[in-house]
């Protein structure tokens, strides 16, 4: 046998394609990974000005003028309202201006990521004390929402959610290659997604439990962050079975390149989301891993506020990603009896 034919036999073309995509999924990997975070600086991050009227028109213009418009400044009542728009996840951070003194005070939420309460601090400080007239002010850091010290660089709920989403396509991968070759029916898509719904509430317990009572290392209540992990595993395992329906094998890079390529980095985990550049900023609250984060981070630290969005794009995904494993199965068996009934007419 020459080494051409040994060739042919090692390398199908179905694997060489394969391989391919392999080879695409690795650069997109580095592109996406290293192209959202290899920079990370703050843009357009929401920013509350508190001061009386004329020095808080004043101080907003300044800080929108600040190079490479890092903040999105608007004026906020008072302090109490300042706090309460970060705690309800409207507004990433406020100055406070004190008009009888030249000490202001800088609330910032390092729940929400201390790498952007870290940034946010830098930017102020440099602001206040590059005034154009007059004595040059300070600034004081209160941490409305800390993360918890164990929770270094508040990247234990990324980290949880990461867990959630592998846990989620690898079961769903493994029921499939399992059955090899063979297409789901009806009754197999509908058991693999009872025991994907099973994994994913005894998953989502488990991760709870792990970061809670175990390590210490996210607070915040237990029952909710078993609520994520339930919806979140079952949403991601259920989209990559669809995939898998409707591409074969292919669907498990495809799945790969939703959650891992394009989700994992754009999920504000390392950096939150005002820190990334617009693609991933844009398409991170829309992915699971970036929709999970927000919530974890959200019940951690934030009393639970701002979640409504985020679920709702998780339960669209669970939703979207269930109908399809159940209605394609029933849809090519319909199309196989089609084409097996002469002219199309089927057969009794």
Known sequence: MTFADELKSAVTPRAALLVLGVLVLQLLFIASYVGALHHPKPTDVAFGVVAPKEAAERTKEKLARLPGKPLDPRVVEDEAEARRQIMDREIDGALVVDPRGTTDTLLVASGGGKALANALETIATKAEGGGESGPKRTVKTVDVAPASPQDFNGLSSFYLVVGWCVGGYLCASIMSISAGAKAATPQRAAIRLGAMALLAIAGGLGGAVIVGPVLDALPGSIMGLWGLGALLTFAVGAITLALEELTGIVGIGLAVLLIVVAGNPSA??????????????????ALPPGAGTWVARSIAYFEGNAVTGPLLVLSAWAVAGAAVTLLAPKLRRRADRGAASPSGVRGL
């Open 268 to 285: 504000g985990g390392a950096f939150p989301l005002p820190m990334l550049p617009p693609f991933w900023e844009a398409i991170g609250p």
